[in-house]
T-cell receptor
Framework: DARVTQTPRHKVTEMGQEVTMRCQPI?????VFWYRQTMMQGLELLAY????????DSGMPKDRFSAEMPDATLATLKIQPSEPRDSAVYFC????????????FGPGTRLLVL | DQQVKQNSPSLSVQEGRISILNCDYT??????FLWYKKYPAEGPTFLIS?????DKNEDGRFTVFLNKSAKHLSLHIVPSQPGDSAVYFC??????????FGTGTRLKVLA
């Protein structure tokens, strides 16, 4: 049963600390998305990778957020330094570039910045 | 500026009745629309989609209707079941990889 995995599932940290969230996409998928879910904005796209290359990170605050894919089995999202307004659920999704419906979401990382 | 709006944060329906979830959009360039369902502590899962060349798509108990002139789509669930209780997101795409999601509607189906 192939699925997207995310770690950690929950993270509580203090303002100013670095936060790293990890995602393992489904084997064979060539697209990776990072989303942030907040009550007010719903699901916001933060970054999009295709074949490990970052094609769109326009949704990310550039000064503090960064996203990478060191290899095809790992995507990371880092926040440094973290702020209370970053508290949200962060979802990773993977899919196939040619299929518009295939965004398979992971279970999310619930982040609380105190 | 919300391009995709789900104006009802929550909805309660009796088991066996119809659930109707609504979604409005503002961007006329959107050509593909999806509905996702999300259970607590899980990620959203794809439910049903519709292309702008259609006005209806049906999959079992789920039907999505698209009214392009009104920039409105709706998801009908008939009959509603307790297992349908979840948060439903609509999403729209302007023909690219990018999907704009609404804020979600929490559906509660009462047994």
């Amino acid at each position: 049963d192939a699925r997207v995995t995310q770690t950690p599932r929950h993270k509580v940290t203090e303002m100013g600390q670095e936060v790293t969230m990890r995602c393992q996409p489904i084997l064979g998928h060539n697209t990776v998305f990072w989303y942030r879910q907040t009550m007010m904005q719903g699901l916001e796209l933060l970054a999009y990778f295709r074949n490990r290359a970052p094609l769109d990170d326009s949704g990310m605050p550039k000064d503090r957020f960064s996203a990478e894919m060191p290899d095809a089995t790992l995507a990371t999202l880092k926040i440094q330094p973290s702020e209370p307004r970053d508290s949200a659920v962060y979802f990773c999704a993977s899919g196939l570039a040619l299929e518009r419906e295939t965004q398979y979401f992971g279970p999310g990382t619930r982040l609380l910045v105190l | 500026d919300q391009q995709v709006k789900q104006n009802s944060p929550s909805l309660s329906v009796q088991e066996g009745r119809i659930s109707i979830l609504n979604c409005d959009y503002t961007n006329s360039m959107f050509d593909y629309f999806l509905w996702y369902k999300k259970y607590p502590a899980e990620g959203p899962t794809f439910l049903i989609s519709i292309s702008s060349i259609k006005d209806k798509n049906e999959d079992g108990r789920f039907t999505v209707f698209l009214n392009k002139s009104a920039k409105h789509l709706s998801l009908h669930i008939v009959p509603s079941q307790p297992g349908d209780s979840a948060v439903y997101f609509c999403a729209a795409s302007p023909g690219t990889y990018k999907y704009i999601f609404g804020t979600g509607t929490r559906l509660k189906v009462l047994a």
